[in-house]
């Protein structure tokens, strides 16, 4: 389980590409070198990794083909910067909210706007994840709990204050960005449970 609270940004050092399997590497700092083992899970811009070798300060994880198809993990490249966070420990403060780690898929930045002090993001949203969307929900992107601010017709977006911009890699992402998506376990449970049961009484 993870908490959405990204705990810093690291620099991919290497990316082994094997047919259906690619390693990844990166140099994790002292602090969060504490109790890491081999097996721990680690989130990677919000997708659950584990961890496959620790050598020194570089730790490597193994990103199957299942991950690759449907995580921006596939779009990296050495040098690319991802959101890293540890898995949360028990007594953990759960500053956003709980993320399984299991992307849903990515979606492309639209539009951001840049007022004064703020920073809106905007998403387009994919049919199949529309039901799941909505004013004031949660959202995990790209390992990040966000609160959804507003929904259009084919978008949606969160605003991002100057703290986020700063520890993620909010900042420097651009227009046409694929940024990772974890759809809130509460929500879709709802949402589907809720469909089922019209469906089943012939309402919907």
């Known amino acids: 389980m993870f908490t959405g609270i990204v705990q810093r940004t690291l620099p991919v050092q290497s990316i ?11 140099a994790l700092p002292k602090e969060m070198l504490e109790g890491l083992k081999l097996g721990a899970s680690v989130a ?3 997708a659950c990794l584990t961890v496959t070798n620790i050598n020194d300060d570089l730790v490597s994880f193994d990103v199957m083909m299942a991950t690759l198809n449907i995580t921006n993990l596939a779009h990296l490249e050495e040098g690319s910067l991802v959101n890293v966070e540890r898995a949360a420990r028990f007594g953990d403060d759960i500053g956003g909210h709980q993320l399984s780690g299991h992307v849903h898929g990515y979606i492309d ?8 002090n703020n920073c809106i993001i905007w998403f387009d949203i994919p049919n199949h994840y529309k039901a799941y969307i909505f004013d004031k929900g949660y959202v995990g992107l790209n390992g990040c709990s966000l609160t959804i601010a507003k929904v259009e017709a084919s978008r ?17 992402l651009e227009v046409g960005a694929k940024v990772n998506l974890e ?7 709802l949402v589907d449970t809720v469909e089922r049961i019209l469906k089943q009484k012939n309402i919907i």
């Open 183 to 189: 759809i809130d376990s509460q929500t879709q449970t």
């Open 156 to 172: 949606f977006c969160v605003y991002l204050i100057p703290e986020t911009l700063s520890i993620t890699t909010f900042g420097q």
């Open 16 to 26: 082994a590409k094997q047919t259906g399997l690619w390693t990844f590497t990166l």
């Open 44 to 46: 990677l811009n919000g």
């Open 109 to 116: 930045i639209v539009e951001i706007e840049r007022p004064e």
